[in-house]
């Protein structure tokens, strides 16, 4: 509780005031705070002491004292006049507010008048403040996603007036005035908020006429996740059986919270597998021996943040798979030629490291002039120049990764060259005489129906033109009637009926004659099981 008197007040700031003389009377505006003490003054021109002083408000007379007893307020304690005529109010409280009127008598029977207007002022109070969309944090900071609409509210109360205002203290400002007006209350919204709109926010109450101020702050951060997934990578170690795995997500504030783990459901549920390893971090690294590891596994680096929404998930992941050479398993070469060995492995995850193999001990195979080694993509090629025997023999493509290692088995075998001569002039005189044979019997067979008839000795007679023709059943009915029948068998051989038509030499040759001609020409062959007689 503080004493309110002209003089103080002035110092102070808290009041205006202003005197007029003329005619013994002054005028005084004074202001005092609920709960202060104020003092309002009557007869301030020179040092005499007033013999009685009554205050009057509002026509009503609340005290009076002289110097000789200075009376209590009818109301009680709070107001009483001062031997020098002032009145003291104790407790200001807002119904103190008004004009009092001040009546001295001075000695020689003078009088005196004042008058003084007491304001009394209240606040600022209840200074409060409101952000959100926010959520708040256990020390009571807030914080708001990035992209999001906030709005921001302020108010309080002061008597008889105030004037508002939203102030800002961020990285790159301080103090900055984001809104003021006069009322009860302020508002304004930022769309599209920002991390530069991360920082101090307060509000701030002024009394207009007591000056008093009042404020209240909070800070604000502002969340944000990058738009990508975190990124998964590993590193081979030394030991083939041994990986690193390493999951980074740069660009999210604050840090967040990187898992490993073995994935084995729905991560929108929940992380539903074994956990590796979890830290608040932007990168996280783990190491997994094979016995940790297995062909159809998938492992899993999670991303965890306030301000990734609900049901949305941040991750990236490995769906681990043993290595599986491909090639051909068997070659051949011939010395002193060259050959190119080929295998293939691309699905293995993470990538296998394939070499080519020698023998059944497995010998490393050292790059030079004899063997070349070719890397195209996920094809290893080994090239064997100027082959011997010695080079004859199994070789292994081997591919390991930190899962498991799986080999290509492929034997090689060494001609000689002579012998591949020979073998290949066999097949060519092989395939020439099944060629022949074939051309010959395709000609026997289509000239089957065609036999022609020599003399005794095997001679064609060139200007007969005999033709022996050879008819079934169904044939010789047509000559039934122009062919005697043969006479049954006599001697026990089958009789063969062999038919003979000569040839005309024209065209323009009588029917007749042809006619005669068969019936002369017609022959009977006897056969027997070995022998053909004509």
């Given amino acids: 509780m503080k004493t309110v008197t002209p003089v103080a007040l002035l110092h102070m700031c808290l009041c205006v005031t202003a005197a007029v003389s003329g005619s013994g009377s002054t005028e005084t505006a004074l202001t005092a705070e609920k709960g202060d003490v104020a003092i309002l003054p009557c007869y301030t021109l020179g040092n005499v002491t007033p013999t009685l002083t009554s205050w009057i408000k509002n026509g009503k007379e609340v005290v009076k004292g002289s110097i000789y007893s200075p009376s209590p307020s009818l109301g009680g304690q709070r107001l009483a006049v001062l031997h020098d005529g002032s009145l003291n109010i104790r407790a200001v409280l807002p119904r103190d507010e008004g004009t009092y009127l001040c009546s001295s008598t001075l000695p020689g029977n003078n009088t005196f008048h004042a008058r003084v207007l007491l304001q009394v002022t209240n606040g600022p109070e209840n200074v409060s403040l409101s952000i959100g ?36 203290r961020g990285a790159g400002s301080s103090n900055q005035s984001l809104a003021s007006a006069p009322g009860p209350w302020l508002d304004f919204r930022i769309h599209n908020v920002q991390p530069s709109a991360q920082g101090v926010y307060s509000c701030k109450a002024n009394n207009t006429v007591s000056l008093q101020a009042a404020n209240k702050s909070t800070e604000l951060l502002v969340y944000y996740v990058p738009d990508r997934h975190p990124e998964c990578v590993w590193v081979l ?110 699905v293995s995850i993470p990538p296998a490291n394939t070499t080519w193999r020698k023998g059944l001990q497995q ?38 990764n930190p899962l498991a290692v799986r080999e290509l088995e492929v034997y090689l075998t060494v001609k000689n060259s002579s012998a591949y001569t020979g073998g290949v002039i066999g097949f060519f005189i092989a395939a020439l005489i099944v060629g022949i044979a074939a051309i010959v019997a395709k000609t026997i067979y289509s000239s089957r129906h065609r036999i022609c008839l020599g003399d005794g000795f095997g001679r064609i007679e060139e200007d007969q033109g005999d033709v022996l023709s050879l008819v079934e059943s169904d044939d010789e009915q047509i000559f039934q009637d122009a062919v005697p029948r043969l006479p049954p068998i006599t001697n026990g051989l089958s009789t063969t009926l062999v038919q003979i038509h000569r040839i005309p030499s024209s065209d323009h040759e009588d029917t007749e004659t042809a006619d005669q001609s068969l019936q002369d020409d017609t022959v009977r062959i006897e056969t027997s099981a070995d022998l053909v007689t004509f």
Wanted: one cysteine or more.
């Fill in 133 to 168: 969309p926010a959520t708040a944090l256990s020390n009571g900071t807030l914080f708001v996603n990035r992209g999001s609409t906030v709005s921001f509210n302020c108010s309080g109360s002061s008597y008889p007036s105030q004037q508002l205002t939203w102030a800002f």
């Fill in 237 to 346: 170690a030394q030991d083939p059986s041994h990986v690193l795995f390493n999951c980074t997500w740069f660009g999210a504030y604050p840090a967040p919270k990187l898992l490993w783990g073995e994935d084995q459901g729905d991560q929108a549920a929940g992380w539903k597998g074994h956990v590796y390893k979890s830290e608040v971090t932007e990168s996280l690294s783990v190491v997994l021996n094979r016995s940790m590891l297995e062909d159809g596994q998938t492992l899993r680096c999670a991303a965890h943040h306030p301000a990734i929404a609900a049901g949305k998930q941040k991750s990236c992941s490995f769906n681990l798979k043993y290595p599986y050479p491909k090639g051909e398993p068997m070659a051949t070469a011939l010395e002193g030629s060259s050959i190119t060995l080929t295998c293939t492995e691309d």
């Fill in 363 to 400: 010998e490393d195979i050292i790059p030079g002039s004899k063997y070349v080694l070719t890397e195209e993509g996920a094809i290893l090629k080994l090239t064997i120049h100027n082959i011997s025997k010695d080079d004859e023999g199994v070789y292994f493509c081997r591919s390991e």
